[in-house]
């Protein structure tokens, strides 16, 4: 599974440390440039911490010429609310349509229908115990077998990226992968040593 970093940290130096691949994540947090301008890379909204319109399209701007690189850009969302995130994604959608749009999948998806016809990708965000659920894990399986780009938000643990990597998620983020080396030291540990069975 591909990790996806917003930081000024060296690439190399994070593939080292963590044994996967790494791909940047650019949000309209930091406004970061790009580190490897021939890579692919993610946009993320921000709404985790704040989400600010102008910030966000203002990112996608200064993105626009590599827009052919981009795996994917999250459509604005709620955190913690899959309704409210459907509804914000109905006035943004349309906004996006030049770019790979993500679905934010938050607490509730399970009974509410995602827009596969308009996503070329989902993003598993929503509290830490959604997201570990069973809700979250049957809305990563079928992505995989509709064919869409499956995105984890917020792995910042072994066991974390261990249980989504099985499940077969393409890339993930993680504010302490991308600040921490020990953090990502840490996965890179876990898997040079499997669980004994």
Sequence with gaps: ????LDTSTDFD?????????VEQLFTPLTFLN???????????????SKFNADAFIRTLKKHEPRRNLCRFVTAPDVVGSA?????????????????????????GQESLS????????????????WKMSRHASAIVKASKIIGKWCHIG????????????????????????????HMRESIKRASENPKLL
């Design 13 to 21: 130096v994070c593939e080292s440390e963590l044994g996967v691949k």
């Design 154 to 181: 917020r792995i910042n643990t072994p066991g974390r990226y261990e249980y989504f990597d099985e499940l077969g998620a393409d890339s993930c983020d993680g504010t302490g992968l991308a600040k921490y080396s």
């Design 83 to 107: 309704i409210r995130t459907l509804e914000c994604f109905d006035q943004w959608h349309q906004k996006l349509t030049d770019w790979p749009i993500a679905l934010v999948c938050q607490d």
């Design 34 to 48: 790009p580190k490897r301008p021939d890579g692919m890379f993610g946009i993320d909204n921000g709404a985790f």
């Design 1 to 4: 599974m591909i990790v996806m």
């Design 114 to 129: 995602i827009p596969w016809e308009k996503i070329d990708a989902i993003f598993i965000g929503g509290s830490t115990e």
